[in-house]
């Protein structure tokens, strides 16, 4: 490549990018990372250290801080099964399970997100390109994030914001958010009544097409009200610097 | 005005809901609580609750403020049962059961300013509309709910028990709760 190539290239990434610029030589590799939002060694009763990619497989098998009671289906009559390691979840928990007590709740999916981050990253693959850029966590982010960030508590209102058309953006839907930078990883969106905590928590290539995505999560919780979820996305950016989500995933 | 029947429902549905906790914990946005879901914003929010120290004696202020300090610094969202071994102070019964009483005061009060005609709906919708304002606070029912809320005051029971439900992680059960409520209203 010429120096007239080079500079270029630069001024192409400078105009599309603004804030980062697009590594796309040959030969170069993004590796799987992970923020300090990635709490799981915190979780954990014994003290795990998870420094390279192969550690995480550590994270699976040990023993969480306390065993949490589950029941797989909410008959009186259902099982009470105690979890108290993510390789039990994976095995024991399914799409119907709740805690036995529904005030553990919150502290359940804190565990369940971190072992499904956890699984996530260690499967991931280190990438070839990213188009990810530096501060992509900022006041604009409702404006360029898929929909189904949005926070949403009424199935009713969801199922009717799903079925119009014109909702692509995360910001279509949940309108006039205000935005607060706790730290270059974790950014506070919140309304009158509500807020959402958006934690990067990692990257890689989470579907295999060799170009970077991220982890993030995001804490739903209300003013004055229990309800609190914590959900869990990845999402991938190409080079016209648009976002779209890979999956959600259920805990 | 929410009976005496109605107020010992609704203070068991709060417990299932938060949790009775006598000791101080790290609820899962990271704010001291204790009780039955009960906010400490502060120092001095403990301090003027009757927190006991292991003998049943009352607790100074100087004690509160570094319980409240020390629970402040663990991780938040975990099991309340984590933070008891780090607790040395307790909420007596009876404390505990005052603060749930104002929580309920408070709501109901959020609910008749949502709904004008609260006091006139049926003990079924009244205790429908607690669960939800307990769930979504009072700021989220009032302008995220609009079909929900059209209904209400429409006294379509049954439109509003089609769309009551809540996303997960509300529980199957506590919605169908809600859901039979109003349903039961609305099919006499």
């Given at each position: 490549m010429?120096?007239?190539?080079?500079?270029?290239?630069?001024?192409?990434?400078?105009?599309?990018l603004?804030?980062?610029?697009?590594?796309?030589?040959v030969g170069?590799?993004?590796p799987v990372?992970?923020?300090?939002?990635y709490?799981?060694?915190?979780?954990?009763?014994?003290?795990?250290?998870i420094?390279?990619?192969?550690?995480?497989?550590?994270a699976?098998?040990?023993s969480?801080?306390?065993?949490?009671d589950?029941?797989?289906?909410?008959?009186?009559?259902?099982?009470i099964?105690?979890?108290?390691?993510?390789?039990?979840?994976?095995?024991?928990?399914?799409?119907?399970?709740?805690?036995?007590?529904?005030?553990?709740?919150g502290?359940?999916?804190l565990?369940?997100k971190?072992?499904?981050?956890t699984?996530?990253?260690?499967?991931?693959n280190?990438?070839?390109?990213?188009?990810?850029?530096?501060?992509?966590?900022?006041?604009?982010?409702p404006?360029?994030f898929p929909?189904?960030?949005?926070?949403?508590?009424?199935?009713?209102?969801a199922?009717?914001?799903?079925?119009?058309?014109?909702?692509?953006?995360w910001?279509?839907?949940?309108?006039?958010?205000?935005?607060?930078?706790?730290s270059?990883?974790?950014?506070k969106?919140f309304?009158?009544?509500?807020?959402?905590?958006?934690?990067?928590?990692?990257?890689?290539?989470?579907?295999?097409?060799?170009?970077?995505?991220?982890l993030?999560?995001?804490?739903?919780?209300?003013?004055d009200?229990d309800?609190?979820n914590?959900?869990?996305?990845?999402l991938?950016?190409?080079?016209?610097r648009?976002w779209r989500?890979?999956?959600?995933?259920?805990? | 005005?929410?009976?005496i029947?109605?107020?010992?429902?609704?203070?068991k549905k709060l417990?299932k809901y938060?949790?009775?906790?006598s000791?101080?914990y790290r609820?899962?946005k990271g704010?001291?609580?204790?009780?039955?879901?009960?906010l400490?914003?502060?120092?001095?929010e403990a301090?003027?609750l009757?927190?006991e120290?292991?003998?049943?004696?009352?607790?100074?202020?100087?004690?509160i403020k570094?319980?409240?300090?020390?629970?402040?610094?663990?991780?938040a969202?975990?099991l309340?049962?984590a933070?008891k071994k780090?607790?040395?102070l307790?909420?007596?019964?009876t404390e505990?059961?005052?603060?749930?009483?104002?929580?309920?005061?408070s709501f109901?009060?959020?609910?008749?300013?949502?709904?004008?005609d609260?006091?006139?709906?049926?003990t079924?919708?009244?205790?429908?509309?607690?669960?939800?304002?307990f769930?979504l606070?009072m700021?989220?029912?009032?302008?995220?709910?609009?079909i929900?809320n059209s209904?209400?005051?429409?006294?379509?029971w049954?439109?509003a028990?089609d769309?009551?439900?809540r996303k997960?992680?509300?529980?199957a059960a506590r919605?169908?709760?809600?859901?039979?409520?109003?349903?039961?209203?609305?099919?006499?």
């Amino acid at each position: 490549m010429t120096m007239n190539k080079y500079f270029l290239l630069t001024l192409a990434c400078l105009f599309i990018l603004t804030s980062s610029c697009v590594n796309t030589e040959v030969g170069t590799e993004y590796p799987v990372s992970w923020t300090s939002q990635y709490t799981m060694a915190s979780l954990l009763d014994d003290a795990i250290i998870i420094k390279e990619q192969n550690d995480l497989k550590n994270a699976i098998n040990a023993s969480w801080y306390a065993e949490v009671d589950i029941i797989t289906d909410e008959n009186e009559s259902s099982e009470i099964t105690p979890l108290s390691s993510c390789k039990d979840y994976f095995s024991k928990a399914t799409s119907h399970t709740t805690t036995l007590r529904e005030y553990e709740t919150g502290p359940f999916l804190l565990l369940a997100k971190m072992c499904r981050a956890t699984e996530l990253l260690l499967h991931a693959n280190p990438s070839k390109y990213s188009y990810i850029s530096n501060n992509f966590l900022n006041k604009s982010t409702p404006h360029i994030f898929p929909s189904e960030i949005a926070f949403q508590i009424s199935t009713g209102e969801a199922e009717k914001n799903a079925k119009d058309k014109s909702k692509h953006y995360w910001a279509d839907i949940n309108q006039n958010l205000q935005f607060e930078a706790i730290s270059e990883t974790q950014s506070k969106f919140f309304d009158d009544g509500g807020s959402q905590i958006i934690d990067l928590i990692g990257r890689g290539d989470f579907n295999a097409d060799g170009i970077e995505d991220i982890l993030i999560s995001s804490r739903d919780s209300v003013e004055d009200g229990d309800y609190f979820n914590l959900r869990l996305f990845s999402l991938s950016v190409n080079e016209k610097r648009e976002w779209r989500l890979i999956r959600e995933y259920q805990y | 005005m929410t009976t005496i029947t109605e107020k010992n429902i609704l203070r068991k549905k709060l417990e299932k809901y938060e949790g009775k906790v006598s000791h101080m914990y790290r609820d899962s946005k990271g704010y001291i609580t204790v009780g039955v879901g009960h906010l400490l914003k502060s120092v001095y929010e403990a301090q003027i609750l009757r927190f006991e120290d292991s003998n049943n004696n009352p607790a100074t202020n100087s004690e509160i403020k570094l319980e409240f300090e020390t629970i402040q610094k663990l991780p938040a969202d975990l099991l309340a049962s984590a933070y008891k071994k780090h607790a040395t102070l307790t909420l007596p019964d009876t404390e505990i059961k005052r603060l749930t009483e104002i929580h309920i005061n408070s709501f109901e009060k959020e609910l008749e300013i949502i709904y004008p005609d609260f006091r006139l709906y049926p003990t079924q919708v009244r205790l429908a509309l607690f669960d939800l304002i307990f769930n979504l606070g009072m700021t989220k029912l009032q302008s995220n709910w609009p079909i929900f809320n059209s209904a209400i005051k429409a006294k379509n029971w049954q439109k509003a028990a089609d769309n009551s439900k809540r996303k997960s992680p509300v529980s199957a059960a506590r919605n169908k709760y809600v859901k039979d409520l109003l349903e039961q209203v609305a099919k006499p």
